[in-house]
């Protein structure tokens, strides 16, 4: 048994096999999820887990270089994106429309899907390497 990090096999797998660019998305219960990107359903119930509780979780254990937002999250979900301006303010963020960031996550290597119910808390996490 693992001593400490993240216990979920799935989404240790995932991270471990993520290369330069490689990309996951941490979504909210209401993002579609593309049929050919493999799914990782951690909802339990309505904001159980939250977002926040994931990304933080993940943001441990993964190497970020980059973040994509809707750009409807700022004025739509003022805490979510108040808390990942916060989370992620040395690594370079991009907002897109909804609509390309849809799109987007069909390329993605998993979507990890959260039990929040709050507009826009989606975000697309891009790999970076760890060569010090």
């Not at 303010?89 to 987007?104: G, L, P, R």
């Not at 979507?111 to 119910?117: D, H, K, W």
Request: with cysteine; glycine share 6%; proline share 4%.
């Amino acid at each position: 048994m693992k001593k400490h990090g993240i216990l979920n096999s799935h989404i240790s797998k995932i991270l471990a096999d993520l290369g330069h660019t490689d990309t996951i998305v941490i979504a909210d219960v209401g993002l579609p999820i593309p049929k050919d990107v493999p799914k990782i359903d951690l909802a339990l119930m309505i904001g159980v887990p939250s977002f926040q509780d994931v990304v933080n979780v993940i943001a441990e254990d993964m190497v970020i270089e980059k973040i994509i937002v809707a750009e409807e999250l700022a004025a739509n979900n003022k805490e979510t994106s108040q808390y990942l301006n916060d989370r992620f303010k040395e690594i370079d963020k991009e907002e897109i429309s909804h609509e390309q960031f849809k799109m987007i996550t069909q390329h993605a290597k998993v979507i990890i899907r959260t039990g929040e119910a709050k507009p826009y808390a989606n975000c697309i996490l891009q790999s970076g390497v760890n060569f010090g």
